[in-house]
């Protein structure tokens, strides 16, 4: 909502966007339950994605589901980082590439790391369709 300046107003959406954009389905949001103390009211709901569940709480339903899509975002950025090649893997160094000749050695002498972009489901947390 602009008027409150919210950040994570449209979080909800976004992941509903990222899990299209994968052909995965929408993430499904269930109440876990609504608690009382005096006149404050908490709301806990739970977002399911694939294999993935995460929490979300607060003071009314679609907050509770802010929180959580924003918990299972920050679940799927963690999750891709653990899966990203190391840093010390080594690379081709940039004058290879610029003296080469006219006539390219076979492709054996150019072994780079093959880089595979992944989309969550079917069976691997991670992963469902390798795409090239």
């Not at 006539?103 to 691997?124: A, I, M």
Request: net charge neutral; glycine share 6%.
């Amino acid at each position: 909502n602009m008027l409150t300046g919210n950040p994570l107003s449209r979080i909800v959406e976004q992941l509903d966007m990222f899990s299209d954009k994968v052909g995965s389905s929408s993430p499904i949001y269930s109440m876990a339950g609504v608690s009382t103390s005096g006149c404050l009211v908490t709301v806990e709901v739970t977002c399911t994605w694939f294999t993935l569940t995460t929490r979300g709480r607060g003071a009314s339903k679609v907050i509770a589901e802010q929180e959580a899509a924003l918990a299972m975002i920050m679940r799927v950025k963690e999750m891709m980082k653990q899966t990203q090649p190391r840093q010390d893997t080594p690379q081709v160094s940039t004058d290879v590439v610029k003296t080469r000749t006219a006539t390219p050695p076979p492709s054996s002498t150019y072994d780079e790391p093959v880089h595979y972009l992944v989309y969550p489901g079917q069976g691997h947390p991670l992963g469902q369709t390798n795409v090239t």
